[in-house]
């Protein structure tokens, strides 16, 4: 079975710096999709960032990057100039490609932006 | 273009009774997904619905339901309320192709007292 990982439960960067969150995945399947979803304050599960585990070129969302390392079954997010609006729970999720499968999530890093 | 949106926003309910919550997809989707997220926890995968039937279910019992509509909107009727069922209820909605990535509504927090 499937299962996400991510080992840092809680981080704290200063505004405008760069954060990496880690995330790690244990899957057999060599088909499947990667995200990155936001959680603020206000609870709305918002998209961040996806990932084919076919296409070797990192995706990128604006400030929003991910290091995805197929072989080491590894897709941490990087954050780059980061402001207070990104404080938010951060989750990783994984799914087959096959449409019947459902999202896997990990635990989630809070993550904090001090002013 | 609307998201996904849910109704109610919270809900406080008693053990023993019954709550339905409510969802109405993105436009253009037709697939909605249901989870319930404890406080500090990742979403929980209830189940999807399809086509007006539920596709795939996670872990729960018989006491959690659904029903799809023609329209793809959907509810999500939880009988004989715990108060371990105290949560957030997030409601997702995709398009059924492959990859598509699932987007959420605003959530209905339950309370049982």
């Known amino acids: 079975a499937q299962t996400v990982t991510q080992s840092q439960p809680e981080m704290s960067v200063q505004e405008a710096e760069t954060v990496t969150l880690s995330c790690t995945y244990d899957t057999s399947e060599n088909n499947y999709y990667l995200f990155w979803y936001k959680q603020p304050p206000s609870r709305q599960m918002i998209l961040v960032i996806r990932?084919?585990?076919?296409k070797q070129q990192n995706a990128t969302e604006n400030r929003f990057s991910v290091n995805f390392q197929k072989a080491a079954k590894s897709f941490s997010l990087k954050i780059s100039d980061s402001q207070l609006g990104d404080t938010a729970m951060y989750f990783c999720?994984?799914?087959?490609?096959?449409?019947?499968?459902?999202?896997?999530w990990g635990a989630g890093t809070k993550l904090i932006i001090k002013p | 273009d609307a998201g996904v949106t849910q109704s109610p926003t919270h809900l406080i309910k008693t053990r023993g009774q019954q709550v339905t919550l409510r969802c109405s997809p993105k436009s253009g989707h037709d697939t909605v997904s249901w989870y319930q997220q404890a406080l500090g926890q990742g979403p929980q995968f209830i189940f999807q619905?399809?086509?007006?039937?539920?596709?795939q279910r996670g872990n729960f019992p018989d006491r959690f339901s659904g029903h799809q509509f023609p329209n793809y909107s959907s509810e999500l009727n939880v009988n004989a309320l715990l108060l371990g069922d105290s949560a957030l209820y997030l409601c997702a909605s995709s398009l059924r192709t492959r990859g598509r990535p699932q987007y959420f509504g605003p959530g209905t927090r339950l309370l049982v007292l």
């Open positions: 990932q084919e585990a076919y």
């Open positions: 999720a994984f799914k087959h490609a096959d449409s019947n499968y459902q999202l896997i």
């Open positions: 619905y399809y086509e007006e039937e539920e596709r």
